[in-house]
């Protein structure tokens, strides 16, 4: 039984270092588990969401509409950003999304 499982943890790992990109290959490679490789992975990816959930967090703050942008357009790529975001798993709600775009509009509008 215990030969089995190791022929199965082998053969697991043998497919996620043929499965993953290139990029990838050093972090799946450099562990002797299938079960580590995941682990590896799921850290790495993690880390990823975190750094482009900040990114997208920062951008939705600091949006502001310049003179030669359409508002229709600067109001679509805010909801786009909160829709980055809930796909990330950090949902953004409505009013939120509508303080930040009346806060990045020009005095002109009269919302500052």
């Excluded at 990029?23 to 990816?45: G, I, Q």
């Excluded at 357009?73 to 909801?79: N, P």
């Amino acid at each position: 039984m215990v030969d089995a499982w190791d022929a199965m943890t082998e053969a697991a790992l043998a497919t996620i270092q043929k499965l993953v990109k290139l990029v990838h290959l050093n972090t799946v490679t450099s562990v002797n588990a299938a079960k580590a490789a995941c682990d590896e992975l799921k850290v790495m990816f993690e880390a990823r969401n975190n750094a482009q959930l900040l990114r997208l967090m920062d951008k939705l703050s600091s949006r502001k509409k310049g003179g030669d942008k359409n508002i229709i357009k600067f109001a679509s790529r805010a909801k786009m950003i909160r829709d980055e975001l809930a796909m990330l798993g950090n949902r953004v709600d409505d009013n939120t999304i509508g303080v930040r775009v009346l806060s990045g509009l020009p005095a002109e509008y009269g919302m500052c």
